[in-house]
């Protein structure tokens, strides 16, 4: 079966920066075919978008208001992985962040779009 295993989280300082990564595999026909997201949840809120990246990488990314220019999203499709680099953390970035896969079309801000999802990784960022 898919699956999507997020690592790189932890703690951090205010004003820090970590990378997230997602290793994926057994996703059909190949990685390099689904677009990327990164979500995140924190404790009594809704998951919310990040960032997500098209199949072909490059410049064709989606940023949610509250972290452009801070977070940027890449991705390797020969070790079929998609990562988050985050830099300035807030407080207000912590949350358990989720990657998934999207097997349609456009770069999806929602999260009913995607078809498969990793388990989570928690980063939290202290003030």
């Known amino acids: 079966q898919v699956q999507l295993v997020e690592s790189g989280g932890g703690l951090v300082q205010a004003g820090g920066s970590l990378r997230l990564s997602c290793a994926g595999s057994?996703?059909?026909?190949?990685?390099?075919?689904?677009?990327m997201g990164w979500f995140r949840q924190a404790p009594g809120k809704e998951r919310e978008f990040v960032a997500a990246?098209?199949?072909?990488?490059?410049?064709?990314?989606n940023y949610a208001d509250s972290v452009k220019g801070r977070f940027t999203i890449s991705r390797d499709n020969a070790k079929n992985t998609v990562y988050l680099q985050m830099n300035s953390l807030k407080p207000e970035d912590t949350a358990v962040y989720y990657c998934?896969?999207?097997?349609?079309?456009?770069?999806?801000?929602?999260?009913?779009?995607?078809?498969?999802w990793g388990q989570g990784t928690q980063v939290t960022v202290s003030s």
């Open positions: 057994r996703l059909t026909p190949t990685f390099s075919t689904y677009n």
């Open positions: 990246i098209s199949w072909s990488g490059g410049s064709n990314t």
């Open positions: 998934a896969a999207d097997r349609g079309y456009g770069l999806g801000r929602t999260a009913n779009q995607y078809d498969y």
